[in-house]
């Protein structure tokens, strides 16, 4: 990555698996908040999620890259080196080892709706800014949400928030865009044997450079 790319968007997820919504989400956000890249956070394992149909990570992250293919995205399991699963520890550790970069964490309204759940939401809040993308059929349940009230303090345009020569937090950007109906559990649904696709010989994480196959991570 050269040194102008510091402006970086984090969209985490199981990615079980990656789809055009998350590529087409991908790409609005890079031109409607001006940012060099989105790496996509490919998460070992969401405590807010039953593990039951879980794809192995070698395989989401596989999927991941193709779908991200020529496009500046960057896919990575790089939590995996954390030690924790909570996004709050996941993003504090990013800074810590990028502090050049500046972040704002991507995540959709359906998100936003549960974010109170969050383990210390209020300290991602203060960690970087957020940006939220529209889901259908999430909006106006987000808008009441416990989190969603929190923030409106914290609220800024997108052109406000762009233009800004240094990133604060808390921020919080609302976004919104054609909606874009698929979802992965769908995929899944149509497609139950997709991993399998995906499933022989290792990976290389994209930001590590490590290889990811069935023995883990290992040092390139």
């Known amino acids: 990555m050269t ?69 500046p995205i960057r896919v990575t399991a790089i939590e995996r080196e954390f030690g924790s699963p909570y996004t709050i520890d996941t993003l504090r550790a990013l800074r810590r080892r990028y502090p050049k970069r500046e972040f704002v964490w991507l995540m ?17 809040a203060r960690t970087m800014p957020i940006a939220v993308i529209a889901r259908p059929g999430y909006d106006a349940h987000a808008d009441a949400s416990p989190a969603s009230a929190w923030f409106r303090r914290y609220n800024v345009s997108a052109a406000t928030f762009r233009n800004r020569g240094e990133w604060s937090a808390p921020s919080l950007v609302n976004l919104r865009f054609d909606p874009d109906p698929r979802s992965a559990t769908a995929i899944r649904r149509a497609d139950p044997n997709w991993a399998d696709r995906f499933a022989d010989g290792a990976v290389r994480d994209q930001l590590t450079h490590r290889l990811i196959g069935s023995a883990g991570a290992q040092p390139a």
């Open 3 to 71: 040194q102008s790319s510091n402006r970086i968007g984090l969209l985490g997820g199981s990615f079980n698996p990656a789809h055009g919504g998350h590529r087409r989400i991908s790409l609005f956000v890079l031109d409607a908040l001006g940012l060099d890249e989105v790496w996509w956070l490919v998460s070992p394992g969401n405590p807010l999620k039953p593990k039951a149909g879980m794809a192995p990570l070698v395989a989401r992250m596989k999927a991941a890259q193709a779908m991200a293919r020529r496009a």
């Open 108 to 124: 959709g309204s359906d998100n936003l709706l549960q974010f109170h759940r969050w383990k210390d939401w209020r300290g991602i």
